[in-house]
């Protein structure tokens, strides 16, 4: 683990905002899922948090911020944003609507704000960990940080 020296554009946008943050670096190609993210970082899995972006029936898009060993349930996501159906937008899809690639997807700075969810154990913690826009980067802060930059909500959207 090590910190960074190259400044990706949410750390500047954190760094704009005088929002306190550490990040991180490691190779891209030695964590590969978020679970490996957490090892490489000696970290709990369940502090560091990937960003899923979903398409609901109606067309809208939705952001849910989960720990990294689990997975999102639809049916409870759905729920959380009161819509009856949602699915995992599509790779290839990703970098249009949000500026970041598969891997590098961060909440903090989309092209375009949407409605973000976080999962309800990240109030319980002292910081999470989230990408920083870029494979290989991760930037630490705690979720009043995060609110200072993005509103979010919070609810239970793992699968049992």
Known sequence: MSKANEKTNVCRLLSAKKV????YTY???EALSGVEVAEYLHQDPARVFKTLVTVAKSGQHYVFVIPAA???DLKKAA?????????????????GLTGYIHGGCSPIGMKKFFRTTLHESALDLPSVFVSAGKRGYQVELTTDALAKMIPFGTADLIRS
């Open 20 to 23: 306190s943050f550490n990040e």
């Open 27 to 29: 190779p891209p190609e």
């Open 70 to 72: 689990e997975e999102l």
């Open 79 to 95: 729920a959380a944003v009161g819509e009856k159906s949602i699915e995992m937008l599509k790779s290839k899809d990703l970098l």
